[in-house]
């Protein structure tokens, strides 16, 4: 049986793209494809043995070399063409998005765009990697410092926006001059392998891009081991990042870790309570949840706080849980069942230590579906204010003082994302300055864009992604001496 995406095509598992040519991966070990709105096995996706693992390392390893030696207008060329052709294939990846991952067609469109802009941002910066010139105190002599590519790069990305995280990675080494192979999620492959289609078919030569997936802690410490690889990039959970940087210690390789959040929202009195309330339920339910910078904190000033309450959860209640293929749909399930376990467990754990205002419950049988789920009055001390929810669950509590919200806010070992609503400058300055954060949004609940670079602190990991610090995470810098005289 073959599962269709809404136009003629039926769902197909990817195979491997190694050296410039796609190949069936030849380990023992598959994995099913799920959709997790019905539970249905769309494909099997095959796995990379140790032995296509090396074909891929020699591949990267010749792809560098040719990539390196590109002038930069012509890598930013093929980048611009990529993006062309991903905006081309939005629909498509989009359904298939929506098929392996859940979440509603609309915002799997929207996850398309995202990754072609932030693609576009980075091969338009392609052109801008500058070194300089600076005064050497000897006569005859320049002080040269140079911005070089840094080499293959592993690049590992997860399953919640799979698309968006896979192709910001693939976009900051490509037009920073290094090759890379891709391990994307095994359980959202399709989606991402149609959009390394586009950039394969754009022109990138043979060897600069390779995508692998297998068991995803055989194939990091095989990949991770190899001399080849000279940068590690991850999006995922603290303790996989923990296990990753031990495997890079030994040959010091570049790590850039884009781990989980727990991200603070503070609302002072002053704000426009209603009006917030309900901008931070799309923000908080978007995707379910699943994502490292959602808001998932609430702390409300007194005077606020019923208010907020009542309205946040009145809209949470409206939204409509559903198949994403479904027209009309808000939110969709839980990507896997996994998830849907863990937000069971840590609703139920949660119903001590606060009240349930709205939701609470698995939605149906078949899928993983959970309500939307608001909690008021959380203790401080509840594991769930601790501990990373990534899902459709939102802890709200009262706070008096600035200082009190600050406290509060700070006391995770997470420091991603945050958000803020008052229009007091001297609160605004506060805030920005004492939270222990990556990201401040200040009466707004975006905290990540293609300018600017997104990273976390403590658990949350280190390096950035996106935005000029993002595109530097992939360059080494060489200092010259050149001395004319000699
Ligand atoms: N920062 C993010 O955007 C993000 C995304 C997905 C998951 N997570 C975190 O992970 C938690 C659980 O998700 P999960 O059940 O998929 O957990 P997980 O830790 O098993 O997997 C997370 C991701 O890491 C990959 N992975 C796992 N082990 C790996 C290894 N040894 N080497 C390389 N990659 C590896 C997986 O393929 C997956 O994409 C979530 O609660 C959340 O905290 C974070
Ligand atoms: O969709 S985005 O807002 O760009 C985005 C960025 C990072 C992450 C990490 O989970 C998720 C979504």
């Not at 003629?8 to 190949?23: E, S």
């Not at 409206?318 to 399930?333: I, K, N, S, Y």
Request: hydrophobic share 45%; glycine share 10%.
């Amino acid at each position: 049986m073959s599962v269709t995406t809404g136009g003629d095509m039926p769902y197909r598992a990817p195979r491997l793209f190694i050296g410039g040519a796609w190949r069936a991966g030849s380990a023992e070990t598959r994995n099913p494809v799920i959709n997790p709105a019905t539970e249905a096995v769309l494909d099997e996706l095959t796995h990379a043995s140790p032995r296509d693992l090396d074909d891929a390392l020699a591949a990267v390893a010749r792809g560098f070399k040719v990539w390196r030696a590109t002038p930069a207008a012509a890598r930013q060329r093929v980048l611009l063409q990529g993006v062309q052709n991903l905006r081309a294939q939005r629909e498509a990846i989009a359904r298939l998005l929506t098929l392996e991952q859940g979440k509603p067609l609309a915002q799997a469109r929207m996850e398309v765009d995202t990754a072609a802009d932030m693609v576009q941002w980075y091969a338009e910066q392609a052109r801008r990697v500058y070194g300089r010139i600076l005064p050497a105190p000897q006569p005859g002599a320049d002080y040269e410092v140079r911005k070089e590519p840094v080499g293959p790069c592993l690049l590992m990305s997860p399953w919640n926006v799979p698309v968006i995280l896979a192709a910001r990675k693939l976009g900051g080494a490509l037009a920073a001059g290094c090759s890379c192979i891709l391990k994307p999620p095994e359980e959202t492959p399709a989606s991402v392998a149609k959009m390394v289609e586009c950039f394969i078919e754009a022109g990138a030569p043979d060897g600069v891009i390779n995508l692998v997936f297998g068991v995803p802690q055989r194939v990091s410490s095989h990949l991770i081991a190899s001399d080849v690889i000279r940068k590690i990039s991850f999006t995922g959970s603290v303790a996989v990042g923990q296990g990753l940087a031990g495997l890079a210690a030994p040959g010091l390789k570049r790590l850039t870790l884009e781990l989980g959040g727990h991200s603070p929202v503070i609302v002072f009195d002053d704000a426009d309570v209603d009006a917030v309330a309900r901008q931070l339920v799309v923000a908080k339910f978007r995707n379910a949840g699943q994502l490292c910078h959602a808001p998932t904190r609430f702390f409300v000033q007194k005077g606020a706080y019923a208010r907020f309450v009542d309205t946040f959860a009145a809209a949470a209640s409206q939204l409509r849980v559903g198949d994403g293929m479904a027209e009309g749909t808000d939110m969709g399930p839980l990507a896997n069942g996994r998830r849907l376990s863990a937000i069971r467990e840590l609703v139920a754990a949660t119903r001590a230590d606060g009240t349930v205002v709205t939701g609470g419950e698995r939605v149906g049988d078949t899928g993983y579906f959970h309500q939307p789920t608001v909690f008021a009055d959380v203790s401080p001390d509840a594991k769930a204010m601790r501990d990373e929810p990534f899902g459709p669950v939102a802890l709200i509590r009262a706070f008096d003082t600035p200082a009190q919200a600050i406290e509060l806010a700070n006391a995770t070992r997470y420091g991603l994302g945050s958000y803020v609503f008052t229009d007091s400058a001297r609160l605004q300055r506060q805030m920005i300055t004492e939270l222990e954060v990556g990201s401040v949004a200040i009466n707004s609940t975006v905290v990540t864009v293609a300018e600017a670079p997104f990273g976390g602190v403590r658990d949350s990991g280190y390096g950035y992604e996106s935005g000029e610090e993002g595109l530097d995470s992939y360059l080494h810098t060489k200092f010259v001496n050149r001395n004319h005289s000699a």
